[in-house]
């Protein structure tokens, strides 16, 4: 049901896109470049939700984000683009959305006081 189309750019980046066979849409985006030694480095997400580590693979950063944190994620339309917000810890009447037109970005809080 999906549709993989990757790009390698002369300056060594890499990118790959996932598309939706019925709807055309994009599902993810991702990019990656060559380390310093010439080998292939880590893919970064741009669009889409990010790959989860397996457990009990040995990682090699020494600190990490807690996996409670919301995780934002962009997806793509033909008419929009959207931020999907995942992991929230309460229920989704708890938050409200708003829009501070003098600094151009959105705000989400939460209506309680703890």
């Not at 049901?1 to 300056?11: A, N, P, Q, S, T």
């Not at 992991?87 to 703890?114: A, D, F, G, H, M």
Request: proline share 4%; hydrophobic share 30%; aromatic share 8%.
């Amino acid at each position: 049901g999906k549709r993989k189309i990757h790009y390698l750019f002369e300056d060594g980046k890499e990118m790959a896109e996932e598309y939706d066979v019925k709807t055309s849409q994009l599902v993810s985006r991702k990019w990656r470049e060559k380390n310093t030694l010439g080998g292939s480095g880590k893919w970064q997400v741009e669009v889409g939700e990010p790959v989860s580590p397996l457990l009990g693979a040995l990682e090699s950063e020494l600190i990490k984000e807690s996996s409670s944190n919301p995780v934002f994620m962009r997806k793509d339309t033909l008419s929009s683009f959207q931020w999907r917000i995942r992991n929230l810890p309460y229920p989704k009447e708890v938050y409200s959305v708003s829009v501070e037109k003098e600094q151009r970005c959105c705000v989400i809080r939460t209506t309680n006081k703890k």
